[in-house]
């Protein structure tokens, strides 16, 4: 079956610091990867997308992660992060055997960003 | 554009009451829908996905059933509230392909 694991709870980083919010994920095919945020009572926003072509991929507001096929890994990196950035992260898969029709999540990663 | 449209927003029931919880999507056709709770602020659980009309899969057995009665309507029921099924529901569109399109989510607390 599908899953994806997020291995840190929290994450803390100084603003103007990069940061990488940890995701490897299982599947039986080949994967789809996607990154989303989640602010406080709030439904989730999509950040980026891994379906193919580049392995470097950038989304929204300054955020990028790299597909790593042999490593099974799709970290989510930003170069300088912001206060703002502080929210929950999720790391989601579809896996091609299942046809793509299914999208599991992460346990979800906590960014805290301190000024 | 498409929209999804989740509600309501927040509901406090009694254990032993029935839930209803309705989303809407507008503006596409023949979309993935998908039902996921949230716990204490954390991780999403994919409780069920439908790709069509009255094709439902469930992913984890318990006090709930979901059901699309329409293409674009997908509801998630209970006969019976246990305390246990309070948290935070979530559903979500997407096609095969793409990224998912989340509601705003509704709060429910089981009293």
């Known amino acids: 079956a599908q899953s994806v694991a997020q291995p840190e709870d929290q994450v803390n980083v100084a603003e103007g610091n990069p940061l990488t919010v940890k995701c490897t994920y299982s599947v039986s095919g080949n994967p789809y990867l996607f990154w989303y945020v989640q602010y406080p009572n709030r439904g989730l926003q999509f950040l980026l997308k891994?379906?193919?072509?580049?392995?470097l991929v950038k989304g929204s507001y300054g955020f990028e992660a790299e597909f790593n096929k042999s490593q099974t890994s799709f970290h989510l990196k930003k170069p300088s992060a912001l206060v703002s950035d502080s929210a929950l992260y999720f790391c989601?898969?579809?896996?091609?055997?299942?046809?793509?029709?299914?999208?599991?999540f992460g346990t979800g990663t906590r960014l805290l960003v301190s000024p | 554009s498409q929209t999804i449209h989740q509600w309501p927003a927040t509901l406090v029931q009694p254990v032993g009451s029935p839930l209803s919880l309705e989303c809407t999507v507008e503006g596409t056709s023949n979309p993935n829908l998908y039902w996921y709770r949230q716990a204490a602020g954390r991780g999403l659980q994919l409780l069920f996905y439908?790709?069509?009309?009255?094709?439902i899969s469930s992913e984890v057995p318990q006090n709930l059933s979901a059901s699309r009665p329409q293409d674009r309507q997908f509801i998630l029921s209970s006969k019976k509230l246990l305390l246990s099924d309070s948290g935070f529901y979530l559903c979500?569109?997407?096609?095969?392909?793409?990224?998912?399109?989340f509601g705003q989510g509704t709060r429910l607390t089981v009293v």
């Open positions: 979500a569109w997407s096609n095969w392909n793409t990224e998912a399109f």
């Open positions: 989601a898969v579809r896996d091609e055997n299942t046809g793509f029709q299914k999208l599991v």
């Open positions: 439908s790709i069509g009309i009255d094709q």
């Open positions: 891994y379906i193919t072509g580049d392995n």
